[in-house]
């Protein structure tokens, strides 16, 4: 299991951020994707289509990920997210059912394009977390993994 800060609310400067922290920490962004390049372009307003849906700068071992967003039904959550990557969409239903007792679920834990399992939750204390299984990608890959 891995613990990833997911930086939200960039308010369409997550590219221009990213590109910063990668020059100022000696790191590299290896995965990037607006809006208007995913399998839910048809679905998102016109004007989001250049705006960041997802962002993954790795610095030696330490991953960073971060948007744009989050949805406007999200807005107003702390903007950082604690993103926790688990290996199998088995372990992720096991995390998801004890972090979701007493908090409210966000968006509901489920297979999406990118991942196995997703989902967003604001815990019992209101602190915002995603589980996250990842599909196999060379997008983002999980550190101290082959990718």
């Known amino acids: ?11 369409g400067k997550c590219r221009e951020a990213f590109d910063f922290y990668a020059q ?10 607006t ?10 307003p016109p004007d989001s289509k250049d705006l960041v849906m997802h962002s993954c ?20 959550t702390d903007s950082t997210t604690i993103n926790v990557t688990v290996d199998t ?3 992720a239903e096991r995390v998801w059912a ?3 007792d007493g908090g409210e679920i966000k968006m509901p834990l489920q297979e999406t394009f990118w991942a196995l399992r997703w989902g967003m939750l604001v815990d019992r204390y209101g602190k915002p977390w995603m589980i996250n299984c990842l599909r196999p990608s060379e997008d983002c890959p999980t550190p101290g993994k082959a990718a």
């Open 35 to 44: 809006y208007g390049e995913s399998p839910m372009c048809d679905q998102m």
């Open 89 to 91: 969409p088995e372990e």
């Open 98 to 100: 004890a972090m979701t």
């Open 1 to 11: 299991m891995q613990f990833i800060p997911y930086m939200c609310d960039f308010n």
């Open 57 to 76: 700068l790795m610095v030696g071992e330490a991953t960073i990920m971060g948007a744009d967003g989050p949805p406007p039904e999200n807005a107003g």
């Open 24 to 33: 100022a920490l000696g790191g590299e962004v290896v995965g990037r994707m």
